[in-house]
């Protein structure tokens, strides 16, 4: 049974910081890709980026430069730091295997302006 666990949202202000954590089970972590997605109210979910298995990384054009997304394989965790924050990037955040089909609950990050 695939679980995704997201953590760290909050309220930060524009500018600010934020790294947010996935934690994965019921998957192959080793060999998945993981994806960051967020979804603001009223709006389609939308990709963020995503980490390959061997660390390779790609991010939308939105977020490039802000967001770093990084993974440590001895705990299948996914994590997005998430510097220079901006009142669009409020949204829920989820992350998932791409090639999966299950989503977390999400955490949600406001940025105030």
């Known amino acids: 049974q695939v679980q995704l666990v997201e953590s760290g949202g909050g309220v930060v202000q524009a500018g600010g910081s934020l790294r947010l954590s996935c934690v994965a089970s019921g998957i192959d972590w080793s060999i998945a890709t993981m994806g960051w997605y967020r979804q603001a109210p009223g709006k389609q979910r939308e990709w963020v980026g995503i980490?390959?298995?061997?660390?390779?990384?790609n991010y939308a054009d939105s977020v490039k430069g802000r967001f770093s997304i990084s993974r440590d394989n001895t705990k299948n965790t996914v994590y997005v730091q998430m510097n220079s924050l901006k009142p669009e990037d409020t949204a829920g955040y989820y992350c998932?295997?791409?090639?999966?089909?299950?989503w977390g609950q999400g955490t949600q990050v406001t940025v105030s302006s």
């Open positions: 998932k295997d791409v090639r999966g089909e299950t």
């Open positions: 980490i390959t298995s061997g660390g390779s990384t």
